[in-house]
């Protein structure tokens, strides 16, 4: 796996800043434009969510990076699952649309929903906006997500709420886990691998390479109950560990850890 020089070579600086960020931008304006156009008439999502799935492979290309997906037969196509993915990019959200087949929603923060596209596609296309300005907020926008699970609809979850500042794994919310045990739904993690030395936090130039999404066996969550919360946040965080680990990116771990043994 090749790590992110620093600092970064001016051919990269000059092609993302000539080249691909313009062709990203492009990329944002037409799908978001038609998506919008299409809302009109399309209530079940479903052609928004192929529009979305075509800007985020564009994304993908735009990035001249190369996407694998390991682990795919542990996806559940035929059930709805809340699925969970450590953060490492703003580019994780193009990987997680172009790799997963199928349609879903994802919990995001509410602050994106005033951006400009993307936010009215994630308003338009019935995404759920998570507010975290206080306790009972929070859990009101999780019951939406429950309602989505219910009613037979996939999630998707980036657990560590915000992207990570230096790769490794940061610690958990428990909101995954929560929304698994109400819905009685399977929880599913990923790893995602490279994603953060193509674009991290506070960067503004591509890094190209291998992108690495890993699949691991869904935790089954049938007879427990929301007072297992802490403790089924505990085994995705943990699952997704074993993924970096068993997949080459150890390094992604080690600092968490000390976290978490620090915090306790």
Known sequence: MRRRPHPMPRLYRWRTNLLQTPLFAVATAICGSIALFVSIFDKSGRTQHRIARIWARLCVLCAFSRLTVRGAENLRTSIAAVYAANHTSYMDTPVIFSALPFQFRILAKKELWPMAFIGWYLNRSGQIPIDTSNAHSTLASLGAGVKALRAGMPLFVFPEGSRT????????????????????????????????????????????????????????????????????????????????????????????????????
Do not use: C, N, W
């Not at 993690?189 to 674009?199: C, E, Q, S």
């Not at 936090?201 to 109950?225: R, S």
């Not at 080459?248 to 976290?259: N, P, R």
């Open 165 to 264: 500042p230096d790769g490794t794994l940061q610690p958990f919310l428990s909101g995954a886990a929560y929304l698994a045990l109400r819905a009685q739904a399977p929880l599913v993690p990923i790893a995602l691998i490279g994603v953060y030395d193509l674009l991290p936090i506070h960067t503004h130039h591509f890094f190209p390479g291998e992108l690495i999404m890993v699949v691991g066996e869904p935790i089954e969550t049938a007879g427990m109950t929301v007072r297992q919360t802490e403790e089924l946040t505990q085994r995705l965080r943990a699952a997704i560990e074993r993924l970096l680990v068993e997949h080459g990116a150890a390094e992604m771990v080690g600092t968490a850890k000390a976290a978490v043994e620090a915090s306790a």
